[in-house]
Nanobody
Framework: QLQASGGGLVQAGGSLRLSCAAS????????VGWFRQAPGKEREIVAH????????YYADSVKGRFTISRDNAKNSLYLQMNNLNPDDTGVYYC????????WGQGTQVTVSS
């Protein structure tokens, strides 16, 4: 139901754009977002966006560098990541804040110094 893509290997200072494709039923009327998981670190919610896109949240660690957006007509979620640094390395997952939140397979982001 959720498929993240767009990860890869990038040098520090570089950019990546993650995408998440969802079914219409999955996407409808729900806030959505991204979280990441790095080895030895706690899971971190990176960014979150309301259903209509009017309200967003960013972790302090990514403010000013990441931008979350959604296209409800395409049932898609995006995360533009700029000025990446090695601390951004991890597996990124898109999630849906349904009454029971869920997520799909993640996409690996690796930032080299």
């Amino acid at each position: 139901q959720l498929q993240a893509s767009g990860g890869g290997l990038v040098q520090a200072g570089g950019s990546l754009r993650l995408s998440c494709a969802a079914s219409k039923r999955t996407f409808s009327n729900n806030a959505v977002g991204w979280f990441r998981q790095a080895p030895g670190k706690e899971r971190e919610i990176v960014a979150h966006i309301s259903f209509r896109g009017g309200v967003t949240y960013y972790a302090d660690s990514v403010k000013g560098r990441f931008t979350i957006s959604r296209d409800n007509a395409k049932n898609s979620l995006y995360l533009q990541m700029n000025n990446l640094n090695p601390d951004d390395t991890g597996v990124y997952y898109c999630y849906v804040l349904a009454p029971t939140p869920y997520w799909g397979q993640g996409t690996q982001v690796t930032v080299s110094s």
